[in-house]
């Protein structure tokens, strides 16, 4: 059953793939019958086609069979027509020449009238004449290429070379016109305030130049005159011409302004010329031959172009001479400010006219910089020279036998600080002038160069001093200390100088200097140091035999000593009232000092030995005297007493007290309190304090020196060592006979 199913399926099925081949091939040949047929047809209109090409060609041929036997007919009428056209030609060419005969003939006295109004300067008659000859020129010209053209050979050379030579005159009259044309362009600067009839005449000759070279280019442009050659000479550019001599007849004007005394001391006034000779000029251009221009022509604007330019080549050449401090300041101030100034190119008048930075700078940045630093050099020079020559009248001054100049404040003082002050401040509110950057540079070089001073001022302080120490046995020089107070005061007005000088270099944010030097007020300092050693030392020695006689039984006996050093101390204080603050102050509280240091340094030597109570009472009471009298002295003479939180004189007093001590023992007590206020004192200042008393045992001293030892409190801040300065001799050995050479 289910076989037979299957054999009746597949008999069905092959039945209908027959049916569906069957309908497809009957489709494919009605495809290819209607393509047949459209193809037929198609060929069949071509044909048709092709038989009415066919006729229409048979009438044209016959047509032209026509026209051929017609044109033969007609060629002994071309042969004809050949004839009457260069009967043409001819009769052209005969009627060129004649209409030309006239003007032919006048060519000559033409050209010599019209030399003669160029002569006479009549350039606007001798311009139109000139004018009419080259357009006869040109006509001729035209005339015969247009009959040699007719037969395509063109205007030959020998036809050209002979109308040039004919009119040969005309180039000789545009020579001549030129030159007489620009020599008034030239001229007109100078001249067109009286007169500028001549420059307009100038400038209308130009404009018509111009007009007929942009009328000939438009020609040859054009396609009917592509083939015509330029006229002889042109385009003349005239215009361009015009602006290149006004740039000449500008650059010749400069160059005539006292060109001969530039270089030297004539340079500023050379360039006050240059400004007035520019401004007078412009204003020549801008009142008179401006109005006899076109607007176009921008005539202010070309002339001031022209005169910047010559400005930055001449400028240029100035600034690669060797020039002076003040040549150099003239340049750097006309270029940085009057050029740029309302009084010159700064007018708003004018700023619209002309920019400036299109043009560029009139000397370079690095040109500038380059005068900046010969500048600054010069005055360095300039300054080295004269600061020598003051120290030099400074130390002759100090040889004078009379006291130093008094000022209004009763202060001693000589020229030296005055003129290096009014020196560095001239030269450095000179260089402001310039620039605030050239101000820095002085400034800088002039505290430099103070620095310099200020080491041979020392040196020379130095030199003074061992000068008047090898003649103060014959007491050469009786001033020498009013002039070393001198030079304190004058280091003072220096200190200050400076300090105005360094707050001016600092005023400036903008500076572009790295540090500002140091090096003066340093300077300073140790010429003060100095001077104020020296003036010590002078104290010293005249107080000196005086000191000889402390510790001594005629001092513990009489007392004198210490009134006669009182004398010398107001002596001294008394000039010291003539030394500008704070060294006034320093150096009464130096006096203060050095007194109280070489009394306790004579104490210190042992001179005196007491061996009793009674005069260790004494000794201890004449200096308690001499503290108080030296106090009181003191006072009197305005001296405060305390230097750095120590007070000289109470310790002549505290040294007196352990002098005083009744019991040995006590002194460790009173020792210590010596070393609480007085840190600075040693073992050997204390022992030969002990030695001074005489009667303090063995044990006593052993054990005040091992409490020295194991103490040994450090320096609080503030505090001025004393005991530091005073050395205690060496004591003799005891183990030494004192009637034996030791060996």
């Known amino acids: ?234 385009p003349r550019c005239w215009r361009d011409r015009f602006f290149k001599v006004m740039e000449e007849a500008v650059s010749a004007r400069f160059r005539s302004v006292s060109y001969l005394h530039t270089q030297g001391p004539g340079l500023a006034s050379h360039l006050s010329a240059l400004q007035h000779c520019i401004m007078g000029d412009l204003s020549t251009v801008r009142h008179f031959l401006e109005q006899c221009v076109p607007t176009h022509y921008h005539l202010t604007r070309a002339y001031l172009r022209s005169c910047h330019q010559f400005l930055q080549n001449h400028l240029g050449l100035v600034s690669g001479w060797e020039l002076e401090g003040g040549e150099i300041f003239a340049v750097l101030n006309w270029v940085l400010h009057i050029y740029n100034s309302s009084e010159m190119m700064g007018e708003p008048a004018l700023v619209a006219e002309l920019d400036i930075e299109d043009m560029g700078p009139l000397i370079s940045q690095e040109g500038l910089e380059q005068l900046q630093n010969k500048y600054v050099q010069k005055v360095r020079k300039s ?53 605030e950057a050239l101000r820095d540079q002085t400034i800088q070089m002039g505290l430099y160069e103070m620095e310099n001073l200020l080491s041979r001022f020392r040196d020379a302080i130095i030199e003074f001093g061992k000068e008047h120490r090898r003649d103060q046995t014959i007491n050469s020089n009786k001033f020498y200390l009013h002039y070393l107070l001198a030079c304190i005061s004058n280091c003072i007005i220096l200190k200050t100088s400076t300090e105005s000088l360094q707050k001016q270099l600092c005023s400036f944010p903008s500076n572009r200097y790295s540090r500002i030097p140091l090096g003066p007020l340093a300077a300073l300092d140790r010429a003060v140091r100095k001077a104020c050693r020296l003036v010590m030392d002078h104290l010293l020695f005249e107080l000196q035999p005086h000191l000889q006689e402390l510790l001594s039984r005629t001092w513990l006996d009489q007392g004198d000593v210490t009134s006669n050093m009182c004398g010398v101390l107001e002596r001294h204080c008394e000039l010291y009232n003539r030394v500008r603050q704070p060294c006034r102050q320093r150096l009464k509280e130096e006096c203060q000092w050095l007194t109280v240091v070489e009394y306790v340094r004579a104490l210190m030597q042992k001179r005196l030995v007491c061996k009793s109570n009674d005069e260790r009472s004494q000794l201890a009471q004449r200096m308690s005297q001499d503290a108080q009298q030296l106090r009181d002295h003191l006072q009197s003479m305005e001296i405060d007493g305390t230097i750095g939180e120590v007070n000289p004189t109470a310790l002549i007093l505290a040294l007196a007290d352990i002098i005083n001590v009744k019991d040995p023992g006590m002194l460790i007590l009173e020792i210590s309190g010596l070393v609480a206020k007085y840190p600075d004192i040693n073992e050997e200042h204390v022992s030969a ?21 194991q103490s040994a409190p450090p320096l609080p801040p503030g505090y001025r060592p004393i005991f530091t300065e005073i050395l205690v001799p060496s004591s003799s050995m005891h183990f030494c006979l004192p009637t034996a050479k030791c060996t």
């Open 383 to 435: 300054v080295s020279e004269w600061m020598h020559k003051a120290l030099e009248v400074e130390l002759t001054d100090w040889q004078r036998d009379q006291e130093p100049d008094i000022d209004h404040e009763g202060c001693y003082h000589t020229s030296l600080p005055t003129i290096i002050a009014q020196m560095l401040e001239e030269n450095a509110r000179v260089a402001l002038m310039i620039s």
């Open 689 to 709: 304090l002990l030695d001074v008393r005489g009667d303090v045992p063995k044990d006593v001293r052993k054990s005040i020196l091992d409490f020295l030892e």
């Open 1 to 234: 059953m289910g076989l037979r199913c299957l054999l009746s399926s597949r008999a069905s099925g092959e039945t209908w793939t027959i049916q569906e081949k069957r309908e497809s091939t009957n489709c494919v040949d009605s495809f290819k019958v209607k393509v047949v047929q459209s193809y037929l047809e198609g060929v069949d209109w071509g044909l048709g086609q092709l038989r009415e090409a066919r006729a229409e060609l048979r009438e044209v041929s016959h047509d032209m069979h026509k026209v051929n036997l017609e044109s033969r007919k007609n060629s002994e009428e071309v042969t004809t027509l050949e004839t009457l056209r260069e009967a043409s030609v001819n009769h052209h060419q005969l009627f060129a020449a004649v209409s030309n005969l006239p003007r032919l003939y006048r060519v000559r006295s033409m050209v010599l009238e019209t030399e003669r109004l160029v002569e006479s300067r009549r350039l606007l008659e001798a311009h139109a004449r000139l004018m009419e000859l080259e357009r006869w020129q040109d006509e001729v010209l035209l005339q015969l290429q247009g009959a040699r053209g007719s037969s395509a050979t063109g205007l030959t050379s020998e036809d050209e070379e002979l109308v040039r030579n004919y009119f040969s005159g005309v180039g000789r009259l545009v020579d001549a016109l030129a030159k007489e044309l620009w020599a008034v362009v030239g001229s007109g600067l100078t001249h067109s305030r009286q007169n500028p009839t001549p420059f307009v005449s100038a400038v209308r000759i130009v404009e018509r130049e111009e007009a007929l070279d942009q009328i000939f280019l438009e020609e040859r442009r054009s396609t009917l005159g592509h083939n015509t050659p330029m006229p002889p000479g042109r």
